[in-house]
């Protein structure tokens, strides 16, 4: 042996058990500016279908509703919409119901869109609801038809009960947030008939975020961001602009899920929501990665590129 005992197991345990204490004392440091700058602000999380219904669901739901429930608790103000589009086509499956599309948009016939209530409403909201109040009793499940949160009328008399939204009511939801709750909304609306439309999640997401100002709008898909060429995953576009997204709409490089997303990012960003991101729900506690490290993560969009470039913490904020 070396003139150096070898160094007691004991020893190497304490090196180890320092190197992961400091490890983990320099994420928490590192997450302080952010959460200084982000106390009191609100942000619309939408959860997308596909994220729900992919393999490891439960696992997916419970991370990100520990994601939730650490924003609401260091001072945020999360707001979650969700879809479930997966979750409706698997109910009509079992009931034996052909969907029928139209330039790609589902055909909601009066069953389609019972069915498509029950699944939000009755399935896909629920099990948020109970993940996030695992840790507490923060989240209130709601559809958009609650209060008239979400007015629409049809988009076209040849799809049905498929809706746009006219207007969002927003009292309920400032009354939840103003009562530290988390909104969980199912995008079901109504005219003012009573009749129920079922509406794009993301269309939602994005004029809720406009409706009460939000700071942030995030989108949770299945992909890691927005690519230039959606077959090639090295191609993502880490920031663009309204602008830039909408020469990229033009050019064809958004297409199917991607255009409500980019759609409703766009208008945000040029109606006073700060930042939008699309972000990969896969990965594990993106949610905390995005707003709470100084890791860049999916696509992130804004107005005009003349403001800060990075979603940095404001300059002094720990002053
Ligand atoms: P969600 O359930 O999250 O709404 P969607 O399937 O509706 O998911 O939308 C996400 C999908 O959009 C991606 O899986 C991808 O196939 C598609 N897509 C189309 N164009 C692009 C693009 N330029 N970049 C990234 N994804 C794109
Ligand atoms: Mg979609």
Redesign the pocket.
């Known amino acids: 042996m070396t003139r150096n005992a070898p160094t007691p197991d004991a020893n190497a345990d304490t090196n180890a058990d320092g190197a992961a204490a400091s490890l983990k004392a320099s994420v928490l440091v590192e997450a302080l500016p952010y959460i200084r700058r982000f106390a009191g602000k609100t942000v619309v999380v939408k959860y997308?279908?596909?994220?729900l219904a992919g393999t490891s669901d439960h696992d997916a739901l419970a991370l990100f509703a520990e994601d939730i429930v650490l924003m609401r608790l260091v001072g945020m103000r999360p707001i979650v919409v969700h879809?479930g589009?997966p979750q409706i086509s698997a109910l009509m499956a079992r009931l034996g119901k052909e969907p029928e599309f139209l330039d790609g948009l589902r055909i909601t016939d009066a069953e389609t869109v019972d069915i498509a209530r029950m699944v939000l409403k009755g399935q896909v909201n629920p099990q948020l609801v109970a993940a996030i109040n695992v840790h507490g009793r923060f989240a209130v499940g709601i559809s958009g038809v609650d209060a008239g949160l979400i007015r629409a009328t049809a988009r076209d008399e040849k799809l049905g009960f498929v809706g746009d939204v006219t207007q969002i009511n927003p009292e309920l939801i400032h009354g939840l947030i103003d009562d530290e709750f988390i909104p969980v909304i199912a995008t079901i609306g109504s005219d003012e008939t009573g009749q129920a439309y079922n509406i794009n999640?993301?269309t939602v997401a994005g004029a809720i975020a406009e409706a009460i100002g939000a700071e942030k709008l995030v989108?949770?898909?299945?992909?890691e961001?927005?690519?230039?060429d959606?077959a090639d995953a090295t191609s993502l576009i880490r920031q663009a602009t309204a602008d830039e997204l909408d020469e990229?709409v033009a050019e064809g490089?958004?297409?199917?899920?991607?255009i409500p997303?980019v759609a409703s990012c766009t208008h945000a960003v040029r109606n006073g929501v700060h930042r939008a991101h699309i972000l990969d729900?896969r990965i594990a506690h993106v949610l905390l990665l995005e707003v709470f490290t100084d890791a860049g993560i999916g696509t992130m969009v804004m107005q005009h590129r003349d403001e800060p470039t990075l979603d940095q913490p404001l300059e002094g904020a720990l002053s």
């Open positions: 997308g279908g596909n994220a879809g589009g999640a993301d989108y949770l898909t299945d992909i961001g927005l690519r230039r959606v990229l490089i958004i297409a199917g899920g991607m997303k729900g």
